[in-house]
C-alpha cells in the first residue's frame, strides 16, 4: 500500500507538470481534507504562493466500500454492512438471515474539505497518550500533549452554527459511527530513523525523498485512540509551523 502510495504522489506530480503551469509556487499541497486544507491557508496566509490540489469526483449514494469481490472473505471483517429484511442496517458478523451485504462503511467525500464536508463536524479531543505516544517515539518533544493543546485552543471559538441548533443525528447513526469505517490510517507513519517501518520523520519528510512530506492521518504511528479528524487538524497546524520555522532559519 505504502509503494503504491507515493507512486501515485509521484505521478501525480508529473501529471501536474504538463497539466498546470507551476511557475511561482511555492508549496504544493495534494488533498484539502483536514490536514491539507489548514496546510495549505496557514501557507498562504503567511504570504506564500500555494497551489491547493482536490481531484475529487461524483462518489455516488453508496457509502459502503467491498475489498474484496468474494463475499465470504469480506463477510470476516467485523466492519461489514448489512441490510436486513426489515429495512435496518447491522454491522458486524451474524447478520439476519435473509440480510444483503453492503460492505464496509466507507464515506468519500470527494469535494473541497474532504472528509470534513461529511463527518458532521464530529470534533473530539484526543487522548493525550496519542501524542506523548509520538513524542516518545521520535524523541521530539514537540509533540508532548502539553505543546499539542495550543493547536486544539485555536479551534474552539468556531461557532458556524447559532446555539441550540438541532442537528441531523439519528439513533441509527449513533448506533453506526461507534462501530467504525475504513480508512488509510497509519500506512506512511512518523518514527525513527532506525525504524524500517517508519516513512516519515518527526517533521513529517518522506525518508530519503527530498522535500516531500505527508500530512493527514497515514501518518499516526498508531490508530488514534478517538475519532481522527481533529488529530489530523492539530497536525496540520504542527506542518505549518514546522515548514515556516524552517523557511525562518534559512
Same mark, same amino acid.
Do not use: P
Given at each position: 500500500m505504502l509503494i503504491n502510495r507515493l507512486f501515485g504522489i509521484l505521478t501525480l506530480s508529473v501529471i501536474l507538470t504538463y497539466a498546470i503551469d507551476l511557475k511561482g509556487y511555492k508549496?504544493? !499541497?495534494?488533498g484539502s481534507g483536514a490536514g491539507g486544507g489548514p496546510l495549505a491557508a496557514r501557507l498562504a496566509l503567511a504570504g506564500h504562493k500555494t497551489l491547493l490540489l482536490e481531484a475529487g469526483n461524483d462518489q455516488g449514494h453508496n457509502l459502503n466500500y467491498s475489498h474484496y469481490p468474494d463475499e465470504a472473505r469480506q463477510a470476516r471483517n467485523l466492519n461489514t454492512v448489512y441490510g436486513t429484511p426489515d429495512g435496518r442496517q447491522h454491522i458486524g458478523i451474524d447478520p439476519p438471515p435473509g440480510s444483503n451485504i453492503k460492505g464496509i462503511l466507507y464515506p468519500r467525500a470527494g469535494t473541497l474539505?474532504?472528509?470534513t464536508a461529511h463527518n458532521v463536524l464530529v470534533a473530539i479531543y484526543p487522548y493525550r497518550s496519542d501524542f506523548d505516544y509520538m513524542a516518545e517515539l521520535t524523541g521530539d518533544s514537540s509533540w508532548r500533549a502539553e505543546n499539542m493543546l495550543k493547536y486544539f485552543v485555536g479551534l474552539e471559538k468556531n461557532g458556524y452554527l447559532p446555539p441550540g441548533k438541532r442537528g441531523y443525528t439519528t439513533v441509527e447513526s449513533v448506533h453506526q459511527i461507534p462501530?467504525?469505517?475504513?480508512?488509510?490510517?497509519?500506512t506512511c507513519p512518523i518514527g525513527t530513523d532506525d525504524d524500517p517501518m517508519a516513512v516519515l520523520d518527526s517533521?513529517? #519528510? !518522506?525518508?530519503? !525523498?527530498?522535500? #516531500?512530506r505527508v !500530512?493527514?492521518?497515514s501518518a499516526l504511528p498508531r490508530i488514534s485512540g478517538t475519532f481522527p479528524v #481533529?488529530?489530523?487538524?492539530?497536525m496540520a497546524e504542527k506542518a505549518a509551523?514546522?515548514? #515556516?520555522?524552517?523557511?525562518?532559519?534559512?
Open positions: 508549496y504544493i !499541497v495534494v474539505g474532504g472528509c462501530h467504525g469505517g475504513d480508512h488509510a490510517m497509519c517533521k513529517f #519528510l !518522506v525518508r530519503e !525523498v527530498h522535500r #516531500l !500530512v493527514d492521518g #481533529l488529530s489530523i487538524r492539530m509551523d514546522v515548514i #515556516l520555522s524552517e523557511i525562518g532559519t534559512n
